[in-house]
């Protein structure tokens, strides 16, 4: 019986490539607070992941410029760019600028749990492996 | 790895603040200059802030639902006020003009210490956003040790 190690990890690589690509969109956002006109984006997670569910695929990072390089994307992927959205915003100001720092900054830290929480589940697979291959040695 | 963008994109916002807290501190520094004249007289100065968007100079990128997520921030230019000074009477003055008025700067200084703080806030908006990501990379390295 042969293993593959990227059946075995499951879509938590996947899973923290999209969790550090919205922290990109949030870093994004809150560094143009200030910007005149500028409207605050995220990616829409729940979609994402539902989509990724039901088609059976695995969740693409989204390319943010040519240099990107993307992991052997498999044809089944699904895009995070048509989960990019716009933010409504709650209250809206003079300058047409939908940052709201606060709720970025939530946002941002509630990201940050979610990406160490994939990063410990991956430390227990991989401790998983070690117990197996050692035989708890 | 879009983590090492959040690099440029918190940079980027950390120097258009710092501008933004360079154009302060020149405005409060020049609140109580005066001049002969009102067109030489000191005008408060304000930086533009622009999203800038790496993606957008790719070719075929233009669509705005297919833009890219990194928006860093770029101050366009450096724009001053044109609301006149104010002039005084103060013909003791050796700035006065020959009615003996000097001009002062247009300067509104409790208008410049709440830009302060928003700058300074702003600021450590960017810094947290930066160590959090450091911290989550240095983790990624370690995983699996």
């Given at each position: 019986m042969s293993l593959d190690l990227n059946t075995y990890l499951g879509v938590e690589p996947d899973a923290l490539k999209v969790y550090s690509q919205r922290a990109e969109v949030l870093a994004a956002n809150l560094a143009n607070a200030d910007t005149p006109g500028y409207q605050a984006r995220d990616i829409d997670f729940q979609a994402a992941l539902a989509a990724a569910?039901?088609?059976?695929?695995?969740?693409?990072?989204?390319?943010?410029?040519?240099?990107?390089?993307?992991?052997?994307?498999?044809?089944?992927?699904?895009?995070?760019?048509?989960?990019?959205?716009?933010?409504?915003?709650?209250?809206?100001?003079?300058?047409?600028?939908?940052?709201?720092?606060?709720?970025?900054?939530?946002?941002?830290?509630?990201?940050?749990?979610?990406?160490?929480?994939?990063?410990?589940?991956?430390?227990?697979?991989?401790?998983?492996?070690?117990?197996?291959?050692?035989?708890?040695? | 790895m879009a983590l090492f963008n959040i690099f440029n994109i918190a940079g980027s916002g950390m120097s258009a603040e710092s501008v933004r807290l360079n154009t302060v501190a020149s405005n409060l520094a020049n609140a109580d200059s005066v001049s002969g004249s009102a067109a030489t007289a000191y005008k408060a100065r304000y930086p533009v802030f622009q999203a800038l968007q790496a993606s957008l100079m790719s070719p075929g990128a233009a669509d705005p639902a297919t833009r890219g997520a990194d928006a860093a921030v770029q101050v366009s230019g450096i724009v001053q006020t044109t609301a006149p000074g104010t002039p005084h009477y103060e013909p003791g003055n050796p700035l006065a003009d020959a009615n003996g008025y000097v001009y002062s700067s247009n300067v509104n200084v409790v208008e410049q210490m709440a830009d302060m703080i928003s700058a300074s806030r702003s600021y450590q908006n960017n810094v947290e956003v930066l160590e959090t990501s450091k911290q989550l990379m240095l983790d990624t390295l370690k995983l699996g040790s």
């Amino acid at each position: 019986m042969s293993l593959d190690l990227n059946t075995y990890l499951g879509v938590e690589p996947d899973a923290l490539k999209v969790y550090s690509q919205r922290a990109e969109v949030l870093a994004a956002n809150l560094a143009n607070a200030d910007t005149p006109g500028y409207q605050a984006r995220d990616i829409d997670f729940q979609a994402a992941l539902a989509a990724a569910g039901s088609q059976g695929g695995t969740l693409q990072p989204v390319t943010t410029s040519p240099q990107d390089v993307t992991a052997g994307s498999s044809s089944g992927g699904i895009s995070t760019e048509q989960f990019l959205k716009y933010r409504i915003p709650l209250a809206p100001s003079l300058d047409g600028n939908t940052v709201d720092s606060q709720m970025e900054e939530s946002q941002f830290a509630q990201n940050t749990v979610r990406f160490q929480a994939i990063l410990t589940f991956l430390n227990n697979r991989f401790s998983e492996l070690t117990t197996a291959i050692t035989g708890g040695q | 790895m879009a983590l090492f963008n959040i690099f440029n994109i918190a940079g980027s916002g950390m120097s258009a603040e710092s501008v933004r807290l360079n154009t302060v501190a020149s405005n409060l520094a020049n609140a109580d200059s005066v001049s002969g004249s009102a067109a030489t007289a000191y005008k408060a100065r304000y930086p533009v802030f622009q999203a800038l968007q790496a993606s957008l100079m790719s070719p075929g990128a233009a669509d705005p639902a297919t833009r890219g997520a990194d928006a860093a921030v770029q101050v366009s230019g450096i724009v001053q006020t044109t609301a006149p000074g104010t002039p005084h009477y103060e013909p003791g003055n050796p700035l006065a003009d020959a009615n003996g008025y000097v001009y002062s700067s247009n300067v509104n200084v409790v208008e410049q210490m709440a830009d302060m703080i928003s700058a300074s806030r702003s600021y450590q908006n960017n810094v947290e956003v930066l160590e959090t990501s450091k911290q989550l990379m240095l983790d990624t390295l370690k995983l699996g040790s």
